[in-house]
């Protein structure tokens, strides 16, 4: 069931929503729910088509779990970006396959996680991926391992974990599963 509304504190309620492309682009995270004057659906719109080419890319390649999070799926009138992640196997990520297989696909060869490669952003302190410089859309790869975000007692969590509670606080918060539309 896609959420119409989001909870007290601002986030997606908690719980898994699937939704097509054509879902979200409908959906509360983009529209809003007309609440706020200056909720901004223009740039909510053109960060889901950006990922709409992110995630048809890895549809292409066999990817199809693909969940989104953030502050896109809350309450906030225009976020930076679109965080996520995919399932896919260790091995092609440690053969470096799966990003050879999806920049051949892409005409601006983002698909990197390779902190190195991260560049400057004029005005933000943090150095971005090339995905986010031309896409303002982060999507990690998950093979099973611990992500850098903590919980409310230190410890480090694995993507699932990580992306249903609300970084500010812990509390458990929705995330959006990306699914083809069924015919």
Known sequence: MIPTAFSSDGNLVPGDYEM???ELRTSILVVGTGSSPSWDTPWRARLVE??????????????????VDG???E?????????????CQLRDIASGELA???NLIDPNKVWTWDPAQRRPYPGSPKRQLPMWLVYQVELY????QLCGIRDKWGNELEFPSAFRQSR??????GIVKIIRRTT
């Open 50 to 67: 950006n990922l709409a080419i992110l995630v048809e890319q890895l549809w292409s390649v066999g990817i199809t779990e693909i969940f």
């Open 100 to 102: 050879r297989r999806l």
């Open 71 to 73: 502050s896109f799926v």
């Open 168 to 173: 500010r606080d812990g509390r458990p918060k």
């Open 20 to 22: 097509t492309l054509d």
């Open 75 to 87: 309450d906030k009138d225009h976020p930076n970006d679109i965080d996520g992640y995919f399932v």
């Open 141 to 144: 790869p998950h093979f099973g």
